[in-house]
């Protein structure tokens, strides 16, 4: 922990804001580098003769500026390269590293099906598609989307479907079309870290909540309304990403009653909920008045046809049209004829289906090899408890010592939310079983051994 001792005489305004100002300067400088840890709230303030109160409303400034980041019971410390969110990057294996680290479709012979497909668009409409279109999508297409979703149990309507770039573009979307900038945002104390980002980039205060073996917390999330008032909260009812928490039936009616009783809208992000042989019905077909739900064919299709679909509340409808003009002004009409011909020449769900029955398979070997850990049928990962003495980036280093790459739950803390030690195991990622199987083993050995001694400790 860093013993700095601002100078707040050079600058003007309230306290806080002066604080905040000293920060932003020193790192600017150089005095505080990245990664420094600040003072505590207590120490800080009576170095400088002023209220507790007054540095954790600067702490709190400063980290929606991007300048700091903090979390229950490591601190707070300069933002810098070592960021969670800067290293959630594309991660390719070889002979020796296996990774573990990301969510992507199990690797499959996708270009078969999709050869014969782009042969149709090019003896068609070519130069139609090449063109731009409205920022929706043609009608057309999206009467085809809701059919089908209808046939997944997804209840929708032509009019208020948009296409998107897949469910991180989605994500997007959903902030700028609500407003939802520099506003508190709801979410799971553990989320994706994706949404994470996208939060961060538009200065929203993230309030991670507390979570059970079914995810998101009633009681919590009641309680959070009273106190707070959040614009959106976004959750993941169906393989929440990264526990695989599925909500039932009764707790997503109770997050719902909650949602009308406080006037909040939900961002129901789906991407995962047609992984499941069996699925309950979308938070989406309980309040459609109230919840954005998104969806995409990236995880469950293929990852490089990005084409992810958005169904807004009615009274969003001009929001959501306006965001898309801004952000990309629509997707290629070339990608979502595309993504309608595979969905309706009957293609998508056999590649649903074939990843299913891979992820059953690694489901089992790590049943097998690492017992403690928690998957549940269709789910892309598993997440990891740690017994103790084991910390999560502890054992996230340790495992890439072994070339094996783990997500630690760092990754996921929502704003000040205390992480619980854990990692998340992606399955689907690694090319073959044989290569699940022997990283799941790896960590196993981990396991049976003590954590490294860490010297600076």
């Not at 997944?152 to 979307?173: K, N, V, Y």
């Amino acid at each position: 922990m860093t013993i700095w001792t601002p100078d707040l005489t050079p600058f003007e305004g309230p306290l806080y804001l002066k604080l905040v100002k000293a920060i932003e300067q020193a790192i600017s400088t150089g005095i505080l580098s990245p990664e420094t840890r600040l003072p505590t709230h207590r120490a800080l303030a009576d170095k400088l003769g002023v209220t507790v109160g007054t540095v954790t409303r600067a702490y709190t400034e400063a980290e929606r500026r991007g300048l700091l980041a903090a979390r229950v019971g490591h601190g707070t410390w300069v933002r810098g390269a070592a960021d969670p969110a800067n290293e959630w990057v594309i991660r390719n294996e070889d002979s020796q590293r296996i990774e573990l680290w990301q969510n992507l479709p199990v690797q499959l012979d996708r270009g078969a099906i999709i050869r014969p497909l782009l042969t149709d668009l090019a003896q068609g409409d070519l130069n139609g598609l090449l063109g731009y279109d409205k920022e929706a999508g043609r009608p057309a297409q999206r009467q085809l989307f809701v059919d089908w979703l209808a046939e997944q149990g997804i209840t929708a309507s032509e009019d208020r479907l948009l296409f998107s770039h897949g469910a991180q573009h989605g994500i997007m979307l959903a902030l700028l079309a609500t407003g939802c900038v520099g506003e508190t945002l709801f979410c799971e104390g553990l989320s994706y870290p994706g949404m994470l980002g996208n939060a961060r980039q538009l200065k929203n205060q993230v309030v991670g909540l507390a979570m059970d073996e079914e995810g998101l917390l009633p009681e919590a999330l009641d309680a959070a309304c009273r106190t707070r008032r959040a614009k959106l909260l976004y959750l993941t009812p169906t393989l929440q990403n990264p526990t695989t928490a599925t909500m039932s039936l009764a707790r997503r009616d109770a997050i719902v009653a909650i949602a009308r009783r406080h006037d909040l809208l939900i961002v129901e992000d789906d991407v995962n909920g047609l992984l499941p042989e069996s699925a309950l019905p979308p938070l989406v077909n309980l309040a459609p008045e109230r919840v954005i739900y998104l969806g995409s064919l990236a995880k469950i299709a293929c990852g490089g046809l990005r084409v992810g679909f958005v169904l807004s509340p009615p009274a969003l409808r001009n929001g959501f049209a306006q965001a898309m003009r801004l952000s990309s002004w629509m997707v290629s009409p070339l990608l979502i004829e595309l993504a309608c011909k595979l969905v309706s020449q009957r293609q998508i769900m056999p590649l649903i289906e074939h990843q299913r029955k891979i992820l059953a398979r690694r489901g089992e070997l790590l049943r097998h090899l690492l017992p403690g850990a928690r998957w549940q049928p269709g789910s892309m990962h598993a997440w990891l408890p740690l017994p103790e003495p084991w910390r999560s980036q502890e054992f996230a280093e340790a495992a890439n010592a072994l070339d094996v790459g783990v997500a630690s739950g760092e990754h996921f803390a929502a704003g000040q939310f205390a992480a619980p030690q854990g990692v998340r195991l992606s399955l689907s990622q690694p090319a073959t079983d044989a290569r699940v199987a022997e990283g799941l083993e790896r960590l196993a050995g981990l396991l049976r051994g003590t954590p490294p001694t860490n010297p600076l400790l």
